[in-house]
Structure formats: structure tokens, C-alpha cells
């Protein structure tokens, strides 16, 4: 019998090697150089160790640093050898988890009476880069559950004990550099030696298993890197973040704030944000009407019977509020998780002709979601947020079209926003854990198949994630790159053939027999939340000039130039241009550094001398050189028109 294996690249070359090699051997077999940044390996859609032995015929990608998946080895592997550090300076420490993040990685440990400080994080860097240099080899070793048990007992760790109580017998592995030992499944990468540049970025209190009855353990938050450069380049990266953080920016530039009296997670618009986040929205209604949608409007709850017919209740119901009792007995109503359940009751409100479709219905919906207080951030993730949702009934032969539309209205909107750097993920549903879902194989297939066709007939670059589509249906999220080359998944289309069956809805064909809708769910800013904060964080509160709250302001030298300057506001106001008098008494200076910092985009000067000519001395916010010179309106209402 044959022991060669056959191994298929990525770009369909099939290679054969001798069963039991590993990714590394491969990679070398293609360059050293290759070989030397391989960090793991997906052997048939599973990430492994990239040393560990392939024994049958296997699909093959090589993962580096410039991978996501190689990044979180990388990270998963450094969160190891924080431990070992920590097990070296602190015997005794107990470790909970220590999974690789979005961005690094954490430690959930428990020092004891020890308690750490930003010092001790010091230490631990430096011990962390000691060990790195020994080059140690992570080691995958499968153990039976008794004696990993006995192991763990004998340490007196009882969260590394309880870790493994949860798990069954026979998939259990260890993993192991240097002197110590994790219950892990792992990957890993090679050895210790690519881990050169070290940063932990912070401390932290964590509850283990997030149960707030349990122990709060300390949560050590890092990052890692195979250069010094590149460590140097995130931390700076980190710094302007902190600039453009929208929570800050918010509060400066007066757009949205929170009341613990109103309740965590739920933000208030200010009149300065109301004023932006209604031009978003007129923006997206307008090209909307163009398309023949048609506006609706739906209450704010729902009864349950309603959320239990779409499925929401059995998907959301544990991340929901809870429902809302009346006097009648055996009534609850919710507050809305989404808004499709009440868009399709609106489609079921009367019978349907084929030459009707496609229905487009949209809302800007609020829908509420009780997020764990630990994982609210700012509009990121509240409690209460507004969709700006739409849902298409449309049949099965008008869905390439329409789903096609869509995806040329959120490029559109992405555009003008200037988010130009975005990819779009096809999400499908997990072929492995179909009970996440609803819905029949068959149409299942049909939806994915409609995604994926309708991005290849526009070519449009994309990648595919299982695991990530919604309950009901397929979707293509676009995920968004931020002036800081962060990733945000922002706008989304969903292709959904269940929804439809759940509510019964139907429509009368050509045939003079009934059929189903398909029906199509998009949010082409997502969240209005979520998209605000990051533009925000994105133009670091620079909006571009149409969006901007305020275009101007005008700076009057002394009180007696106000009504001048109230006469220049009506007669910009006739052109559709915005902003404010600034008529404190404050010098001419302050006033200039104050709208500076307010990130307005126009300053108009007025002394006696621009209002004896009937000008303003116009200055460009944040410019070199910004003084732009006395102008008349007329000159300055051209000057702007550039801008727009």
C-alpha cells in the first residue's frame, strides 16, 4: 500500500508527500523562505499546529502573520507564554482562559493574595522575552481525561479542574513549552522564537465563566509582534485611536450622551448629533424613494406570540429584555429584537399579485437587545439601537436584481461617506451545527447560491466565513476599513426563503396559483448607532462638509458686530449653508482655538472693516495657512461650493 499522501494548494496545485508530513515540511518543500514565517496551517478548513503529521489526503493553506487565522495562533501562542512567565515570577498562580483576540490576546489568572500593579507588567514583559529566546517548541500530547484531572488536581488549580470536567474523554490534548503545561486545544505556532516585540496593554477584573457569583479573577490584556517596527507602528496606532475615540469626540463635540437615570446601553441624541444622524438618513430616504421604496413605521414592542412565529424569541430571547407582563392574564409583549417579524405581518396584510412585486419596505426601526453591561462600548454596542432596515418581497426570479440594487445602493452610500476600503464577506450558516438554524437544506442552498452568484456577476472581491449567517438566512456583510485600518462589519444583505414560510406569506402568480416571496433583509448603514461612532472615529470628527453639524461659524471681534453677523447667517441660510454665532465675550483668539477644537469647517471673521465692505474673513479649520482672506457672500458661497 501507498503511503503518499495528496496535498491541494490554494491555487488547485496538488502536491503528494509521504503520509505524515506537515505543513512545515510542505512549505519547505516550496521555499525556506516560506517556511520560515508559517505560523499554522488549515488542514481542510480546521487551523492546526503547523508541525502536526497529515496522514490523509487534505485541502492545505499555509497561515502566516498576514493571516487572520495566523494572527490568532500567534496571539493564542503568546498568551502561553505570558503564563509561563507569570508561573515563573508568581508560583503558585492559577489560570482560567486565555484565548487570542480581535487584537492580542488576555489571561483571566488568579495571583492570590498578590495583587498586580502596571510594575509587575514590566516584569513580566521582560520575563516573557527571556523565555522567548530559549526557542522552546510547543508540544501537542493528547491525555485521558483521569490524568489530566490528577495533574491539575495535584496543582491545586481548580479552574484548569472544572475546564476539564466540561470536557469529554478522548479530546482532551496539552499543550507544553518549556516548563509549562496548558490544557488546550491549541494551534500553536512552531516554537517561542518569532515572539520578538511584547506590550501588555492593561489590567483588568474578570469574573470567571462571566458568572458575577464567582471569583474575580485578573484579566491581563497583551499584544505581540515578530518585530520591534511593527509593535512601535500598532502602539502609535493606539495613541491616535485614543484621539478619535467617538465617546470623547461625542462629548466634545456635543452629539449623543448617557444617563445611568435613563439606563446603560442607551444613547441620547443631542441636538448637534440629531442634526447629523437626520442628514445620514435623509441621505439613505432619498435614494431610497428613487428606488420605489415604500416608508413604514411599526411600534416599538410586539407580543411575544409574534417574536416565537419569526423565531426570534428561540434565537434572542436569552440577549432580549424580558417580556413585558399586562393585567390581561397570560399576555406579553416584548421590546422589538428586529424589525422583519412587523414587516412581514404589513406583506400578510392583504393578498398579493406577482405583478405587485417586488414590495420594498423600510424603517428606520429601533429594536432593543439586553448586551451584557461588560460588553457595552459607546454606540458600538448599546442596548437600544435604530436599523436602518428594509425588507424586500420579491419572487424567486426578481432576486438577483434586486439583490444586485442593493448592493449598488450600499457601495453608493459607502462612497459618499468616504468609506472606500471595505471588503464584502459572504457569511454562510455552519454546515456542521445546522440546529443554529431555521429552515430546509434546499433553501438554504437556494440563498447562498443567489449571494454568491450575484457578487461574481458584478466581480466583486469577497471572502467566505461559515458560521457567520443569520438564523434565517445567508448574508453578505461588508466589512469596512477605518482611516486606522481597523475592520468594522457595517452594512449587510440577507437572502431569506424562511421567513416567508414562518408567517405563511404568499402571492398569486401568472399560473393563478399561490407561491412564496423570497424576501430580502439590507441595512446598508447597519446600526445608525454603530455607523456613527465609527465615522466619527473614522474622520476623527471632521465630517465631510455636507454632513458636518455646523459648516461655520462666525466670529465677531466685539458685541456691537452681532446684528451684522445675524444678517450674514439668513442670507447663507438662503443657500443652504449652516452654522453658528459665536457671541460670547471672549477674545478674538479664544474664539478661533474653541472652534478649532469643535472641528467646525469655516471660521468667518468679522471686525468693522469686513462689515464696511459687506465681507468675512474666511479661515479653513485645521489648515496651514487657513486664512483664506476677505470675501465677499457671493465669493464665499462659491468658495464653499468647491467643498461639497
Not at 514590566?122 to 516573557?128: D, G, Q, T, W
Not at 439586553?370 to 448599546?382: A, I, S
Amino acid at each position: 500500500m501507498s503511503n503518499q499522501i495528496k496535498i491541494t494548494l490554494p491555487d488547485g496545485t496538488v502536491k503528494e508527500y509521504e503520509s505524515g508530513v506537515n505543513a512545515i515540511d510542505i512549505a519547505k518543500s516550496i521555499s525556506n523562505s516560506l517556511a520560515k514565517v508559517v505560523l499554522s496551517a488549515k488542514v481542510n478548513d480546521e487551523v492546526w499546529d503547523a508541525t502536526r503529521p497529515i496522514t490523509t489526503d487534505s485541502n492545505l493553506q499555509l497561515l502566516t502573520f498576514k493571516d487572520k487565522e495566523g494572527k490568532a495562533t500567534f496571539w493564542h501562542s503568546s498568551a502561553h507564554l505570558m503564563a509561563e512567565a507569570l508561573e515563573a515570577l508568581y508560583p503558585g498562580t492559577k489560570f482560567g482562559y486565555g484565548p487570542a483576540v480581535d487584537a492580542g490576546f488576555y489571561y483571566d489568572v488568579d495571583t492570590g493574595d498578590r495583587q498586580l500593579t502596571p510594575t509587575d507588567l514590566v516584569k513580566i514583559e521582560k520575563k516573557m522575552l527571556e523565555l522567548a529566546r530559549e526557542k522552546n517548541d510547543f508540544v501537542r500530547k493528547e491525555v485521558s481525561k483521569a490524568d489530566a484531572l490528577k495533574i491539575f488536581k495535584d496543582k491545586g488549580d481548580e479552574y484548569k479542574v472544572e475546564t476539564l470536567e466540561d470536557l469529554e474523554d478522548g479530546q482532551i490534548t496539552f499543550y507544553q513549552q518549556g516548563n509549562f503545561v496548558d490544557v488546550c486545544r491549541g494551534p500553536h505556532i512552531p516554537n517561542t522564537a518569532p515572539i520578538k516585540a511584547i506590550k501588555l496593554t492593561s489590567l483588568a477584573g474578570a469574573y470567571w465563566k462571566n458568572d458575577e457569583t464567582r471569583k474575580q479573577l485578573t484579566r491581563i490584556y497583551g499584544i505581540t509582534f515578530q518585530k520591534q517596527k511593527e509593535l512601535t507602528e500598532y502602539l502609535e496606532m493606539i495613541e491616535e485611536a485614543k484621539k478619535r475615540d467617538h465617546r470623547k469626540l461625542g462629548a466634545e463635540l456635543e452629539l449623543f450622551m448617557f444617563s445611568q437615570k435613563v439606563g446603560a446601553g442607551l444613547p441620547i441624541w443631542l441636538p448637534k448629533g440629531t442634526a447629523l444622524r437626520t442628514r445620514l438618513e435623509d441621505f439613505l430616504k432619498k435614494e431610497q424613494l428613487k428606488r420605489g421604496y415604500q416608508p413604514v413605521i411599526t411600534p416599538h414592542i410586539g407580543k411575544k406570540d409574534l417574536y416565537v412565529t419569526s423565531g426570534h424569541y428561540e434565537k434572542y430571547g436569552e440577549d432580549s429584555f424580558q417580556p413585558i407582563t399586562t393585567p390581561r392574564e397570560g399576555e406579553e409583549f416584548l421590546l422589538k429584537p428586529m424589525n422583519c417579524p412587523h414587516h412581514c405581518e404589513i406583506y400578510g396584510n392583504k393578498p398579493h399579485s406577482y405583478r405587485e412585486l417586488p414590495i420594498r419596505i423600510a424603517e428606520f426601526g429601533t429594536v432593543y437587545r439586553y448586551e451584557q453591561t461588560g460588553e457595552l462600548h459607546g454606540l458600538t454596542r448599546v442596548r437600544g439601537f435604530t436599523q436602518d432596515d428594509a425588507h424586500i418581497f420579491c419572487t424567486p426570479d426578481q432576486l438577483k436584481a434586486e439583490f444586485l440594487d442593493v448592493l449598488e445602493l450600499t457601495t453608493k452610500m459607502l462612497t459618499k461617506l468616504g468609506f472606500e476600503n471595505y471588503t464584502a464577506q459572504i457569511s454562510l450558516r455552519d454546515p456542521d451545527n445546522k440546529e443554529k438554524y431555521i429552515g430546509s437544506d434546499e433553501n438554504w442552498e437556494k440563498a447562498e447560491n443567489a449571494i454568491i452568484e450575484a457578487t461574481q456577476e458584478v466581480g466583486m472581491t469577497t471572502t467566505t466565513e461559515l458560521g457567520e449567517a443569520a438564523f434565517y438566512g445567508p448574508k453578505l456583510d461588508f466589512m469596512v476599513k477605518d482611516a486606522l485600518n481597523r475592520s468594522w462589519q457595517l452594512g449587510t444583505i440577507q437572502v431569506d426563503y424562511n421567513l416567508p414560510e414562518r408567517f405563511e406569506l404568499e402571492y398569486v402568480g401568472a399560473d393563478n396559483k399561490t407561491h412564496r416571496p423570497v424576501m430580502i433583509h439590507r441595512a446598508p448603514f447597519g446600526s445608525m448607532e454603530r455607523f456613527i461612532g465609527v465615522l466619527i472615529e473614522h474622520c476623527g470628527g471632521k465630517f465631510p462638509l455636507w454632513l458636518a453639524p455646523d459648516q461655520y461659524a462666525i466670529l465677531p471681534i466685539n458685541d456691537a458686530l452681532i446684528p451684522y453677523c445675524k444678517d450674514v447667517m439668513e442670507k447663507l441660510a438662503v443657500h443652504d449653508i449652516r452654522g453658528v454665532i459665536d457671541d460670547r465675550t471672549e477674545s478674538i483668539g479664544k474664539k478661533i482655538r474653541d472652534t478649532e477644537l469643535k472641528k467646525i469647517p469655516f471660521m468667518l471673521i468679522v471686525g468693522q472693516k469686513e462689515a464696511d465692505a459687506n465681507q468675512v474673513s474666511v479661515r479653513v479649520q485645521g489648515q496651514d495657512g487657513g486664512d483664506k482672506g476677505a470675501m465677499d457672500l457671493d465669493g464665499f458661497v462659491k468658495y464653499f461650493g468647491e467643498f461639497v
